[in-house]
């Protein structure tokens, strides 16, 4: 699993977070449910929301809404009492992955800038890195509403890479799904695949990659 010679050594990195350090999965799921009962809707399972989260929160609940045959009309007051759950709820049902602090250790004993970028809203990622001891790794903390588009789009990456002082092809994108990949690609940086987060309910395996790891801390393997 060593670095192909395409890319040069990279000088920074950007993380994802939810899927790729924390498992946040238990979160959204409490938050999407409590909120859905607010309404007086029915419950969403484990497995759906699993599938749907990595394209950003207010595409989760839409969706969710839509899954549970909501009125259209409901997404506003749903989306207000959603982010008022969330706030409170954030970090409570979430682990930090095996691996994720030995791997950010080296990243960073390795010279490496590092930034954390996810499509989830800034307001929730800066909490829920500080309540897990991680923001202190991040020199740049960007949310999916820190830029006018999000991951799969590469302008979040070129931003970020932007505020590295770090050109794309030195720059590595570590992820969970098939955004991150696809941000990556576009954006002329390499990517790394953590296989143990989630992807659309699909194989992160078949996501070409240069390479995936079953933990974060395989990442000097891969740098060495
Ligand atoms: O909020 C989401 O949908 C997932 O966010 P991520 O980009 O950190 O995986
Ligand atoms: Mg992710």
Not at 111 to 126: D, I, Y
Not at 189 to 205: A, K, M, Q, S
Request: with cysteine; aromatic share 8%.
């Amino acid at each position: 699993m060593k670095r192909s010679t395409i890319f040069p050594s990279p000088r920074a990195a950007i993380l994802d977070l939810d899927g790729t350090l924390v498992d946040t999965l238990g979160d959204f799921v409490v938050v999407l449910n409590h909120t859905l009962n607010d309404l007086g809707l029915p419950s969403v399972d484990r497995a759906f929301v699993e599938r749907t989260i990595g394209k950003g929160s207010e595409h989760l609940l839409r969706s969710t809404l839509a899954q549970v045959g909501a009125q259209a009309g409901l997404y506003e007051t749903a989306w207000t009492r959603y982010q008022a759950r969330y706030l409170d709820i954030n970090g409570k049902h979430a682990q930090v992955f095996p691996g994720v602090r030995e791997g950010l250790d080296r990243l960073r004993s390795r010279g490496l800038r590092l930034a954390c970028l996810t499509n989830k809203p800034t307001a929730f990622a800066r909490p829920l890195l500080e309540r897990k001891g991680l923001c202190g790794y991040f020199e740049q903390v960007f949310g999916g509403d820190a830029f006018e588009r999000k991951k799969p789009d590469p302008l979040p990456l070129w931003r970020t890479c932007e505020a590295l002082e770090s050109e794309p092809s030195r720059t590595l994108m570590i992820g969970d799904s098939s955004n991150d990949a696809q941000a990556a690609h576009a954006a002329g940086c390499p990517v790394v695949l953590v296989t143990y987060g989630y992807n659309h309910g699909e194989d992160v395996r078949a996501v070409p990659a240069q390479a995936h790891i079953e933990r974060l801390d395989q990442i000097e393997d891969w740098l060495a």
